[in-house]
């Protein structure tokens, strides 16, 4: 089985937001969510969710999703968006400040990265 988790480093916030921006705003990935999360836990007994990007919010342009983003304490962010148009492939990030890194992760590639993944992948790591 091949490695479909990556972890890629940052040099700092700014770096880690553009990039997931670069990520959720992809145009040959499908419906993408963004979820920033809180250290608090909610009556549900998930983490608290500080904002939310997805079809019914949708990702501002980068600078302003930067502007915005550094204004709120959030201990994570979790993306998702399809790789594929039926929704059947994913691809994941998930981001930590304190980590100094992201991690891309393409849950559904068993057998490896299919080449619509692995140029993305490229185009990641490439920013």
Same mark, same amino acid.
């Given at each position: 089985m091949r490695s479909s988790m990556f972890k890629i480093d940052i040099e700092d916030r700014r770096h880690a937001l553009t990039l997931i921006h670069n990520l959720i705003t992809d145009s040959t990935?499908?419906? !993408?969510?963004?979820t920033l999360? +809180?250290?608090e836990i909610s009556? =549900? +007994?998930?983490p608290e969710i500080l904002k939310s990007y997805d079809? *019914?919010? !949708?990702?501002p342009p980068c600078e302003e999703f930067i502007k915005q983003t550094k204004k709120i304490n959030f201990s994570a962010i979790s993306c998702v968006c399809a790789t *594929? !148009? *039926? *929704?059947?492939?994913?691809?994941t990030l998930t981001?930590? !400040?304190d980590d100094g890194y992201?991690?891309? =992760?393409f849950p559904m590639a068993h057998k490896g990265l299919n080449t619509e993944e692995k140029e993305l992948l490229k185009r990641i790591r490439g920013f």
């Open positions: 990935l499908t419906k !993408p969510e963004c999360f +809180g250290d009556l =549900s +007994g998930l079809a *019914d919010n !949708p990702t *594929d !148009p *039926d *929704d059947l492939r994913r691809v981001y930590m !400040p992201v991690t891309l =992760s």
